[in-house]
Each structure stands twice: as C-alpha cells, then as structure tokens.
C-alpha cells in the first residue's frame, strides 16, 4: 500500500452541504477502490492564483489516503467527471514526506482539522 497526498479545488458556488456532500463522495470512492483515508483537511475559501472558470476563489481541500497504485488513475478519472472539481493534484508521499505531513498535524493540533482515524 502507498500513501498518497491530493489537494482538490471545489467551485465557489457550492453551498456548505454540497462541498460536504463533495468530499464524502470522494473518500466514498477511495473506500470503495480499496483505499483507506487517513487525513481530511478543509482549507476553506480561498483566491486563486489565476482565473479558473472565470472564477477567482475556491474551496480548497486536503485528503491523505493509502492504497495500491492503481487507486490513482480511477480517483482522478473521477475528479475529472464531476463539474464541481476546479483542479485537483494527487502526489505519492515519501517517508520524509510521511514524516513532515505527521509533524505538521501535530504542530495544528485540534485547529479546525477533521482528522479520519478508521
């Protein structure tokens, strides 16, 4: 099993029930492809960059997940379908990447992080 990192965007003109109802649908689909989740965080609304969509802000998310390496394609085959993904970018955590992401959740503590523990 790898550990796997993916930031996703979600469109600004989504309600607070419908991003929610967003991010279990993806954490759904990591379950049901043999994946366990590890870590969910919510950023919150943020400005973007550049314009996406013609849209200057979204709502960002971060999910830390294990599972086999072929859990990536489908996930992204499945952020790429739903028109509420702005953008999305999946990275496979190396052990010092492991090592950072746990002393960074320890320095937040319990600062409004939804930590997943199955």
Partial sequence: MNSYETVFILTPVLSEDQTKEAVQKFEGEISSLGGKIKHTEHWGLRK?????????????????????????????????????????????????????????????????VASVEA
């Fill in 48 to 112: 973007l960059a550049y314009p996406i969509q013609k849209k200057s802000t979204g709502f960002y998310f971060l999910l830390e997940f294990e599972g086999p390496g072929s859990i990536v394609a489908d996930l992204e085959l499945t952020f790429k379908r739903d028109e509420r993904v702005m953008r999305f970018l999946t990275t496979r955590m190396d052990k010092d990447h492991l090592a950072y992401a746990e002393k960074r959740r320890a320095k937040m503590g319990d600062k409004k």
